[in-house]
């Protein structure tokens, strides 16, 4: 809960508090503050000298922070005066209170704070208002905090996108130096990305720009980061080392016995997939026992195609020339064999990005995306859990998320939020069922893209089709829907 202190309670200037009491009202409790207006009362008009006269009595109610245990409200009541001759209506100022919003500024300031970690539904609880209230003070608390946001242009930058459901491609934009989300913007084609890297402050600060390989990346950076260079993401890469390496598996089942066929896909797929470095004895015995089969000799040649890909990093850390002639020997290795096909196309692959992927050796930091694909994964589930339902929210809640709103008030400039490189990046929605857990195996992934969300669930049941917040019961129905996807 929030305030619990009488001592806590509003003030504000020229107004006196009447009576504080505990009441229901559109059956929430609430505690009621009656406040009225004991300034001054002018007599002529500010506009132009006339008399004023009365112009009755008007009472405003405003939301203020939790007092007591329970919702708290405002009732505040002052005097208007009206000028016969030129129609201006004098009424008194009400200092710290947000009009626009029917809340005081410490409650804008805390709802919104608290919309940054809990659903809408639970905020609205918590304050005795409705959920799209509760959105509706986010929105506009993140858009005029939005100019004091400004995070300072990276030096090294990671670029990947996701996909959301509703919302399309959404590009995450990573400072991979001080591992911390720099920004996200909507779309992911050549021209918008070029409109926005051409609008960022201090763009010539970029040096470096790691991705995947979507070749439109290479215009965007050539025109609009002058001084960056573009590297190739090696996890994106040797990920590729191991599909080539399925494909080859998925081609020898073809000739094997449903039993052998078994055997393969389950205990064997794994192994294969296992560095040859972290085997274990028994995994270790299965690639000598592939080795010493007729029917899957090509097998074993395939790991150890995959590991000699690995090794082209692994191995030559410190050395870009030597790389370069690991890779070489590689390619010269693939045997001519049409089952080997997967490879030669790694090869082309490498080929056609060849600059790009050996400007890793020249990167002062040993530079990779695996940061910017933690935080879509983490941007990705905070999503279908929050349902933040546009664009807008789901930025503001990630942006936002680690940063002291208090201190965000003060603040010209902030340097980004503080992320921890182990262990979650964000915390997800604070709902029931839902935990922080560090992700120790990255193997899988729920791609909220893959399916709907909202499959099953039945509106003001489930979810608030207004705000599209779901609810705790709503929460345990998604995990029927989760879908298994290789972490690339």
């Known amino acids: 809960m929030g305030n619990n202190s009488i001592g806590d309670v509003l ?29 001054n009362i002018p007599v002529t008009c500010p506009n132009c000298g006339e008399k004023l006269y009365k112009h009755g009595e008007r ?32 009424r008194p100022d009400i200092q710290d209170v947000d009009e626009g919003h029917y809340v005081t500024n410490r409650a804008f300031a805390k709802i919104a704070n608290s919309s940054i970690k809990q659903s809408f539904e639970d905020v ?11 959105k509706n003070i986010f929105v506009n608390y993140i858009r005029k905090k939005g100019d004091v946001l400004r995070f300072q242009t990276p030096a090294f930058i990671g670029l990947d996108e996701i996909k959301i459901k509703k919302l399309g491609e959404v590009t995450v934009i990573t400072d991979l130096e001080h591992k911390t989300l720099y920004d996200m913007t909507l779309g992911r084609n050549q021209k918008t990305l070029t409109e926005y890297f051409a609008n960022m402050p201090n763009p010539e600060r970029v040096i470096w720009v790691c991705t995947d390989m979507y070749r439109p990346f290479e215009k ?38 449903d039993k052998e066929r078994i055997a393969t896909k389950k205990g064997l797929a794994y192994t294969l997939r296992t560095r040859q470095s972290k085997m ?4 270790a015995a299965q690639i000598k026992e592939c080795r010493n089969s007729e029917k899957l000799n090509k097998l074993a040649i395939a790991f150890d195609l995959k590991e000699d890909f690995f090794n082209i990093y692994d191995e030559n850390r410190t050395s870009k020339e030597n790389a370069q002639k690991a890779f070489s020997d590689w390619e010269k290795s ?5 089952i080997f096909e997967p490879f030669r196309t790694l090869a082309k692959t490498v080929h056609n990005f060849y600059e790009q992927i050996f400007n890793y050796w020249d990167c002062p930091i040993a530079i990779t995306n695996g940061f910017t694909e933690c935080t879509n994964r983490i941007i990705r589930e905070n999503s279908v859990r929050g349902r933040g339902s546009s664009f807008e929210v789901l930025r503001g809640r990630t942006l936002f998320r680690k940063v002291n709103l208090q201190a965000l008030e003060t ?31 990255e193997s899988t992934y729920y ?25 705790d019961d709503g929460i345990s129905k998604l995990e029927s829907y989760e879908d298994d996807l290789p972490f690339i």
């Open 447 to 471: 791609d909220s893209f893959s399916c709907d969300p909202f499959a099953g669930l039945k509106a003001w049941e489930d979810y608030d089709p207004e705000t599209g917040e779901i609810f």
């Open 59 to 90: 009472t405003i109610s405003f939301i203020d922070t939790t007092l007591l245990g329970s919702p708290a409200e405002a009732e505040i009541s002052f005097p208007r005066r009206r000028c016969k001759k030129c129609g201006t209506i004098w």
């Open 124 to 134: 609205a609880k918590e304050y005795g208002i409705v959920p799209t209230t509760a």
């Open 334 to 338: 693939i045997p001519a064999d049409d």
């Open 11 to 39: 003030t504000i200037p020229h107004f006196e508090l009447l009576n504080l009491d505990k009441t229901t009202k559109n059956n929430i409790e609430k505690v009621i503050l009656v406040m009225k207006y004991n300034g």
């Open 220 to 257: 965007t950076i050539k025109e609009a980061l002058p001084n960056a260079r573009w590297v190739i993401d090696h996890y994106h890469l040797v990920a590729y080392a191991n599909l080539a390496m399925d494909a080859v598996r998925k081609e020898i089942q073809k000739g094997l016995s």
């Open 411 to 441: 603040s010209g400039m902030l340097l980004g939020p503080s992320i921890p490189k182990k262990g979650p990046v964000f915390h997800f929605e604070e709902i029931k069922g839902i935990e922080d857990e560090t992700v120790e195996d």
């Open 280 to 283: 274990t004895s028994e995994e």
